[in-house]
């Protein structure tokens, strides 16, 4: 784990400085105490990096889950009763590892992914922009197109016109040219530019420029515009800050659907991100999904136990991560020891950092998962692959991230079945001579219920006084639904003068009186033909 350190410490950073204001913003947005988004942020970096198979995945506070912290908050009568949820919901997510449904993550489409990873990335220029210029109305980490203060990504930027910040949006300007500047240039003339990395220059430079100007009129930046990290006054405040689950409520039924909610929208987002995270990963590790939520789960029950907020793998972090060459967990493990050193000994410190500083890093962070050059690469893949890409892309953009990652999955799955409709057969007319319609029909490898409608289309179009070769060399898969079709079909056939020559790697035979009876083969199961 320590074999990359060099890379891993660097990394480290950035996703600590991306992952302090999300902790904060995604806590104001779920109605949860401020600390608790940290709670989550160090236990999803310490924690859950040390159990997941992931190298270069970050977890933290779920944004997906905020609208539902914040509405369960209030239906289960406070916060105490929601961490019970939080618990039980961290037991059924182990559960789901326990009973491997960590495969589902293996069927999500690549186009799908690439759309989600996109449409991240235009969200998450779109949120930033207003944070960049100085106008702070959202909370960070709040993703939905819908925002909690009624307001969407769109008007938000037109309100923006109106609140730009001299202050925030010069030093913004300035850290965002320091990060392109570092990264396109600097990073290329040694090893010194490699370990220390833009973003940190970045936010050193912010903190003081808001020393500098903290008395100028024009150039100030106010304490709304800063990162907001709880100071307490001495241990016991600290200590204070720290919620505890009310485990009277858990015979509330509410308190069992919350937290089947959690687990199961928490394990979704998990098994996206680590699709999409190891599809960004320039070293095409795998991750072992099943491992993924048993460590999600486990941080999701000590952070319930402590007060913290969901625990999901997050794409922003973890691309961060990946931008900024991490190479093993060590990196997400540092960025947690960051993150709870960093308020316990320097809070104050923490504070004087701009908002718009941060948001620089995360626009340069988003842009790169939306490069424009993905659109035509999208686009030239034909429209299998664009169409399930640009709806999952203008799903999340206008709506929210799992309602984009559904509709991009639906879309998904009719290409899929098109495609099998298409793909189910090959028909050669071989002769017509004589007044016999001599056709070959030879199925796919695989032949299933999707086949359906194209192999009952073919058949019954079939002339009559055809002579029908039906060719199942190939195939090594043929389900029962086919065998039926072909079974009834062969008593149609014979009204129409059709004859039926069958060929497989069971034999020859003309005109079988019954296809179950040919395959020994039972109704109720399908056949391997290999």
Not at 230 to 237: L, N, Q, R, V, Y
Request: charged share 15%; aromatic share 10%; with cysteine.
């Amino acid at each position: 784990m320590f074999k990359y350190i060099k890379s891993d410490l660097p990394a480290s950073i950035v996703v600590f400085f991306v992952a302090l204001p999300l902790c904060l913003g995604i806590a104001l947005a779920s109605g949860a105490p401020l600390f608790s988004g940290v709670i989550a942020g160090i236990i999803g970096g310490i924690f859950v990096g040390f159990l997941s198979g992931s190298k270069i995945g970050v977890s933290g506070p779920a944004a997906g889950l905020a609208a539902i912290v914040l509405t369960a908050i209030s239906a289960l009568g406070g916060y105490e009763n929601f961490l019970v949820a939080l618990v039980l919901g961290g037991i059924i997510q182990m559960l789901f590892g326990v009973l491997k449904a960590g495969i589902i993550g293996y069927y999500f489409p690549s186009s799908v992914i690439k759309g989600m990873l996109t449409g991240i990335g235009i969200i998450i220029i779109l949120k930033q922009i207003p944070h960049f210029f100085g106008y702070d109305d959202n909370p960070e980490g709040s993703w939905s197109f819908i925002q909690i203060d009624g307001k969407n990504s769109f008007s938000e930027l037109i309100n923006m016109i109106n609140y730009i910040k001299p202050g925030s949006a010069l030093i913004g300007l300035i850290g965002l040219g320091i990060i392109i500047f570092w990264d396109k240039i600097l990073s290329k003339k040694g090893k010194f530019f490699k370990v220390i990395q833009g973003p940190l220059v970045a936010v050193v430079i912010g903190i003081i420029f808001y020393a500098l100007t903290n008395t100028n009129d024009i150039l100030s930046i106010s304490a709304s515009h800063l990162v907001s990290v709880p100071i307490p006054e001495d241990a016991a405040s600290f200590f204070n800050q720290f919620s505890f689950p009310n485990f009277g409520a858990i015979t509330n039924s509410e308190v069992w659907i919350t937290a089947f909610t959690i687990a199961l929208v928490a394990s979704l987002e998990t098994l996206l991100c680590v699709e999409a995270t190891d599809k960004l990963d320039p070293h095409k590790n795998v991750t072992p999904t099943n491992r993924e939520l048993l460590a999600q789960g486990a941080g999701n029950i000590l952070s319930g136990l402590v007060g913290g907020l969901p625990i999901t793998q997050v794409i922003v972090r973890s691309s961060a991560n990946i931008q900024s060459g991490g190479r093993t967990k060590l990196s997400a493990i540092i960025h947690g020891f960051l993150l709870l050193i960093s308020v316990i000994l320097i809070p104050r410190l923490l504070n004087m950092i701009p908002l718009s500083v941060l948001a620089a890093i995360l626009l340069v962070v988003g842009y790169k998962l939306a490069k424009p050059s993905l659109f035509k690469k999208m686009y030239d893949l034909g429209w299998k692959q664009s169409i399930p890409f640009f709806v999952t892309v203008i799903g999340i953009v206008f709506t929210d991230l799992l309602v984009g990652i559904g509709l991009g999955l639906a879309v998904g799955i009719i290409v899929i079945l098109l495609k099998s409709y298409q793909n189910s057969h090959f028909l050669h007319i071989e002769d017509k001579s004589n007044g016999k319609h001599k056709i070959k029909m030879t199925l796919a490898e695989e032949v299933t219920f999707f086949n359906k409608g194209a192999i009952l289309k073919e058949l019954h179009s079939l002339p009559r006084d055809t002579y029908l070769e039906l060719n199942l060399i190939k195939t090594r898969y043929l389900d029962n639904d086919i065998i039926e079709i072909l079974d009834d079909f062969s008593f149609k056939a014979k009204e129409r003068n059709i004859d039926i020559k069958l060929v497989s790697k069971r034999g020859v035979v003309e005109n079988p009186e019954s296809f179950f009876e040919f395959f020994r083969h039972r109704p109720k199961s399908s056949l391997s033909l290999s």
